[in-house]
């Protein structure tokens, strides 16, 4: 069975540019979140969906940064315009329904770097 | 709010020996779950096991076991004869049935040395 794919796995980029991450969660799965990891502050929730729709968004730094899930199997994470400390490991998740109790599975994440 | 401490940030064994993870946490709910999930050094996180707190019965699978003592808030997890390939670093994680967030402990990074 296919996990949660993202691209890319890897993006380097010049500050002031746009960066779009991109998620597939699992077929079925339909609570959808976006993480970043950092030395320093370690894993950090960005974003939740449910079906679709942004439930959670408190964790998103800034305005800098936008997330989409336009349909139930694709998700993008946007930072326009980039910055150096947005550099980190970004992570999405999938969930099988609404359930507190189930595991998120998680992506293999993108490691981005903004120079 | 909930938190969840991994106190080790790193442990050192050699091959074959026996390694627990300390995990403790903090949450006002009656109803949560917890999680351990391990990230190998090629970056992705795997999830390994969830516990409901209403179940405090141990588990056991393969070299893996866990601990859950609600008594004392812990979740430790227990490696039996250590591989070089359990080098990785664990995340302890907690979910309330009340808030959205799962919310992770700082984890710990173990190596197993041959």
């Known amino acids: 069975d296919a996990g949660v794919i993202q691209s890319p796995r890897h993006e380097v980029t010049e500050m002031g540019q746009e960066v779009t991450l991109r998620c597939k969660p699992i077929?079925?799965?339909?609570?959808l979140f976006w993480y970043r990891q950092t030395m320093m502050r370690g894993l950090e929730l960005l974003i939740y969906?449910?079906?679709?729709?942004?439930?959670?968004d408190s964790g998103m730094p800034e305005d800098r940064f936008s997330a989409k899930m336009p349909n139930a199997s694709f998700s993008t994470l946007k930072i326009q315009p980039s910055e150096p400390r947005d550099s980190a490991v970004y992570f999405c998740?999938?969930?099988?329904?609404?359930?507190?109790?189930?595991?998120?599975?998680f992506g293999d994440g993108t490691r981005l770097s903004i120079l | 709010a909930q938190k969840v401490t991994q106190a080790q940030t790193e442990i050192s064994v050699v091959e074959k020996e026996d390694v627990t993870l300390d995990c403790v946490y903090e949450?006002?709910?009656?109803?949560?779950?917890l999680f351990w999930y391990k990230q190998p050094p090629s970056g992705e996180l795997v999830f390994l096991i969830r516990?409901?707190?209403?179940?405090?019965q141990n588990e056991i699978s393969g070299r893996y076991s866990w601990n859950f003592q609600k008594s004392t808030s812990s979740f430790n997890f227990t490696i039996t004869a250590s591989q070089v390939v359990d080098s990785a670093v664990y995340f302890c994680?907690?979910?309330?049935?009340?808030?959205?967030?799962?919310?992770f402990g700082g984890g710990t990074r173990l190596m197993v040395k041959p």
């Open positions: 998740a999938s969930r099988l329904r609404n359930l507190k109790n189930q595991p998120q599975h």
């Open positions: 949450t006002r709910d009656t109803t949560y779950y």
């Open positions: 077929s079925g799965h339909n609570s």
């Open positions: 516990r409901n707190s209403f179940d405090e």
């Open positions: 994680a907690l979910q309330s049935n009340a808030g959205n967030m799962l919310t």
């Open positions: 969906f449910n079906n679709n729709v942004p439930i959670d």
